[in-house]
């Protein structure tokens, strides 16, 4: 891709994020000759979708000087940077990927106890049984019926399908992020930080998992914000997968439904969720209710798939599988491909945490309470309308010792990505849910 596309995609990118949130900060039109320079390759445009995501963020966050695009990538791909007592996680279950079935392909998602369970149990399979196993029963199966029977047994998988230009031409003409303000009090929190801080003081309330909800915060908190997730009782989080997202946050365990979560909520800015509407609902816990009841909230929601289809459960892979990312990004044009990273979720995060000041930043102006909402198939279908190549782009090494840094974790040795945000540096995570519901 020719750097004046990447400049024209990237300029694109940020136009539409400045003409969604009703702000355009200093500096939106500089530096954009380096979007295209982050060495993720690959046919899609997802250098610039990444560049221009982390440069959002930065501007609203005060940040001036652009993403080093070494940087971007590394964070982008965090997860092979990460080490834990000089050990690399093992990132991806051995059930989860793409399968050929007896008409075309299906991409799974088993990380998670519960849905491999589930995948189990739906294929009648033992537990243990191995990608082989897998990959010999979805071979005799047609990819519907295969679906029908994962889906149906609470576990996750998509057809890996061909773009659908219509449809995302129809979703690229909805905001990419939704906000909106709801009547109501002023404030009793502003903003009042630093320059290096400019979210000091301002409490969030992080009610997210997997990458892009607690990329969100974890930017949040970068820019000085007091983040506080709350995870539920009956569902741990993967210990890699915090440490690599959970810089510069306090982690409790605690019952969304309690009154102490409401009054976490009472004294809290912002909300952020990212479970699928239908589970929020249950909950009573949607952006609606939260602002019923804490009418000066900003309460941003993210999904897999919008919230238009509230039951529906996905992860970054499911998207590209299903939206037609993974069939572009095919290196043969017979087995799925992927982009170079989870940067439908990455994208998201950042994104998501330029609405989030920018809602700040209103609210401190126009009071009231305000919404923000995005999902990783609305991130699909505008990365799917952007500038392409034909082939990917050549592979570019990246001397990854000037992008991480190593924390002492209670004791535990953990590596993790710098901050794609320039000039700024991360605090250590902490353990999850081992911290106390207060602010």
């Not at 080093?68 to 834990?84: F, H, K, M, N, W």
């Not at 050990?87 to 051995?94: F, K, L, Y």
């Not at 909950?283 to 941003?300: M, N, R």
């Not at 050549?394 to 010792?401: F, S, V, Y």
Request: with cysteine; proline share 8%; charged share 25%.
């Amino acid at each position: 891709m020719e750097s004046v596309s990447s400049t024209a995609a990237a300029s694109a990118l940020l136009d539409r994020v400045w003409e969604d949130l009703d702000i355009r900060p200093a500096g939106a039109a500089d530096h954009l000759a380096t979007a295209g320079a982050v060495p993720l390759p690959s046919r899609l445009a997802t250098s610039e979708l990444a560049w221009s995501s982390v440069r959002a963020a930065g501007l609203l966050g005060g940040i001036p000087a652009p993403p080093d695009p070494g940087r971007v990538a590394v964070a982008y791909r965090s997860e092979r940077v990460l080490t834990i007592d000089r050990i690399a996680p093992s990132v991806w279950a051995p059930l989860s990927g793409f399968w050929r079935t007896r008409d075309g392909w299906v991409r799974t998602h088993a990380n998670y106890p519960h849905h491999e369970a589930a995948l189990l149990h739906a294929l009648d399979l033992s537990a243990g049984a191995t990608a082989s196993t897998l990959e010999a029963v979805a071979g005799e199966r047609s990819s519907d019926d295969l679906i029908t029977a994962i889906v149906g047994a609470g576990g996750l998988a998509v057809t890996v399908s061909p773009e659908r230009p219509d449809h995302d031409r129809v979703l690229r003409d909805t905001p990419l992020l939704e906000l909106h303000r709801i009547p109501g009090p002023p404030a009793h929190g502003r903003l009042d930080g630093s320059d290096a801080q400019p979210l000091r003081g301002i409490r969030v309330l992080d009610l997210t998992r997997v990458i892009a909800g607690p990329v969100c915060t974890r930017t949040l908190a970068l820019l000085g914000a007091d983040v506080l997730r709350v995870d539920p009782p009956e569902l741990s989080e993967p210990e890699w997968l915090h440490l690599d997202t959970g810089h510069g946050k306090r982690s409790v365990v605690l019952d969304a439904r309690t009154e102490r979560f409401h009054d976490l909520a009472a004294r809290a800015d912002v909300v952020v969720l990212g479970y699928r509407p239908s589970s929020l609902a249950r909950l009573g816990i949607t952006p609606e209710a939260l602002l019923s009841q804490h009418p000066s909230l900003v309460v941003a929601a993210l999904s897999a798939w919008g919230h238009d289809r509230p039951e529906r459960a996905g992860f970054d892979s499911l998207v590209q599988a299903e939206s037609g990312i993974a069939i572009v990004e095919s290196a043969d044009g017979l087995r799925p491909g992927v982009l170079p990273a989870q940067a439908l979720d990455h994208s998201a995060g950042y994104l998501l945490a330029a609405a989030v000041v920018a809602a700040l930043r209103r609210r401190d102006g126009e009071g009231g309470g305000w919404t923000v909402r995005t999902s990783l198939r609305r991130i699909a279908a505008e990365l799917l309308g952007m500038p392409r190549g034909d082939e990917p782009q050549a592979p570019r090494e990246i001397d990854t010792a000037a992008h991480v840094s190593t924390f002492d974790v209670d004791g535990r040795r953990v590596t993790t990505a710098r901050p794609a945000l320039p000039g700024l540096e991360f605090t250590p995570p902490r353990r999850w849910g081992r911290d106390q519901p207060r602010w």
